[in-house]
């Protein structure tokens, strides 16, 4: 009996252990618009944007002092029925994690040759992602970029609202080449959850700088938002 009491005692040490080992600190989708308003030059900017960003000492701090690290993934998004996966899930949690994605987004193709601006079929393609993330996160974070308005205000209300009961957090990066009142759109139809927020960009060339700070955000999550108060 005082056997069988040990070995179960064992057991739940390791599985508590092992779920330790599993919990990190944010799940994070970056959502890329790949419709037909963004042409390969902007595309590559958006993906080196990143890769900069990712790089940075700011957000590689973060990412250092996130409690278990986080995970990152990429869809690219455009229209109904034309969404791909950019690069799967990787937990980050080292200098050579970081290295080793951010090479990856590097190189990452363009999957998508245009068509519309359906972000709502973005954001759902990017919420399945969160069924195949690995381990347990704190929390749940899509990131979409774009420099267009939907081409279905209605469905994305309802993705969006429908996400946020489910927990998830939904941010974006406005890319304010052609519309210059979308940072204010974005709060309006695209965003939301618990510190939901929007950054800025005024075109492509300064993408990388907004990336930058939206990633330090996401990442730092709650002791970003006290240093706000």
Do not use: C
């Amino acid at each position: 009996m005082v056997r069988f009491a040990l070995l179960l005692i064992g057991v739940f040490a390791f599985a508590s252990h092992a779920r330790a080992e599993d919990e990190m600190e944010l799940h994070l989708v970056l959502a890329f618009d790949v419709s037909a308003s963004v042409n390969d030059v902007e595309y590559v900017l958006q993906r080196q944007g990143t890769v900069e960003a990712l790089r940075s000492f700011t957000v590689r701090a973060a990412i250092e002092s996130a409690p278990g690290g986080i995970a990152m993934s990429i869809v690219q998004w455009s229209s109904i029925g034309q969404q791909a996966l950019g690069l799967d899930w990787m937990h980050l949690k080292t200098h050579e994690d970081i290295d080793h994605y951010a090479q990856s987004i590097a190189d990452m193709p363009r999957k998508l040759p245009g068509g519309g601006t359906m972000i709502h079929a973005g954001l759902n393609f990017a919420a399945e992602m969160f069924d195949t993330a690995p381990g347990i996160a704190r929390r749940q974070v899509i990131d979409v970029s774009g420099n267009g308005r939907t081409d279905d205000e209605r469905a994305l209300l309802e993705v969006r609202d429908r996400l946020n009961r489910q927990g998830i957090v939904i941010n974006a990066l406005a890319i304010e080449e052609d519309h210059r009142d979308l940072t204010q759109y974005f709060f309006r139809v695209v965003i939301g959850g618990e510190g939901a927020f929007v950054e800025t960009a005024d075109d492509f060339p300064v993408f990388a700088k907004a990336m930058e700070m939206k990633l330090y955000r996401e990442i730092s999550g709650p002791l970003f938002a006290d240093f706000l108060k």
